[in-house]
């Protein structure tokens, strides 16, 4: 078992809706959480950040953690065309290692 | 501010041979990664640098991979003999203090490796 899950996708949503993305975490020491969209060819870039259990917003993103359950989430609202990207979600714990997940790819139709 | 800069952006080698890449992180960033990144996957750390010192190099194919940050600065990460299951994204990323969980880590462009 892969210690930070994804779906692959694609996650396929039209223009102006919601995307939902799902994450689960096997490391129970994990102590924050990172959200990195990555286009084609280019290289990874934090869209969010979270630490403590709740909802985050910034912008269009939300971001959701759920310690109990080892369950972090990204909505991204008014879906745009420019949103299609892999996302990739990312733990640490203590020593700054971030763990990553495959990566759901986000395609989204005008 | 210039972001992290990594050389060259691509590189095709024959299988057996050497290749090194080379990144500059971020002025200021004592933290610096080395991460390799397969198609459809996610960046997996291959070592870790604060300043000077490798704090965590345990993902490293010490067989074959070797890397160094001699100044602090800098970074090279060589493969010899290159083999074929190598070709994949090298990607260095840099970071303030690494110890600090809320430090972001920014990514290079990235070296993409194909070994024929």
């Known amino acids: 078992q892969k210690e930070v899950e994804q779906n692959s996708g694609p996650l396929s949503v039209p223009e102006g809706a919601i995307a939902s993305l799902n994450c689960t975490y096997s490391?129970?020491?994990?102590?924050?959480f990172f959200w990195y969209r990555q286009y084609s060819g280019k290289s990874p870039e934090l869209i969010m950040s979270i630490y403590s259990n709740g909802d985050k917003e910034d912008g269009r993103f939300t971001a959701q953690l759920n310690k109990a359950s080892q369950y972090v989430s990204l909505l991204i609202r008014d879906s745009q065309p420019s949103d299609s990207a892999t996302y990739l979600c990312?733990?640490?714990?203590?020593?700054?290692?971030?763990?990553f997940g495959g990566g759901t790819r986000v395609l989204v139709k005008p | 501010e210039a972001g992290v800069v990594q050389s060259p952006r691509y590189k095709i080698i024959e299988k057996k041979q050497p290749v090194a890449f080379w990144c500059n992180p971020i002025?200021?960033?004592?933290?610096l990664y080395w991460y390799l990144q397969n198609l459809g996957q996610g960046p997996e750390l291959l070592i870790r640098?604060?300043?000077?010192?490798?704090?965590?190099d345990s993902q490293l194919p010490k067989d074959r991979f070797s890397a160094e940050r001699l100044k602090g600065v800098d970074s090279t990460l060589k493969i010899q003999p290159a083999e074929l299951g190598d070709s994949a994204v090298y990607l260095c990323a840099s970071s303030l203090e690494g110890g600090f969980i809320g430090n972001e880590q920014f990514f290079g462009p990235g070296t993409r490796l194909t070994v024929l």
């Open positions: 490391d129970r020491v994990s102590q924050s």
């Open positions: 640098y604060e300043n000077e010192e490798a704090v965590d």
């Open positions: 002025s200021g960033h004592n933290t």
């Open positions: 990312a733990s640490k714990a203590a020593g700054n290692k971030l763990t």
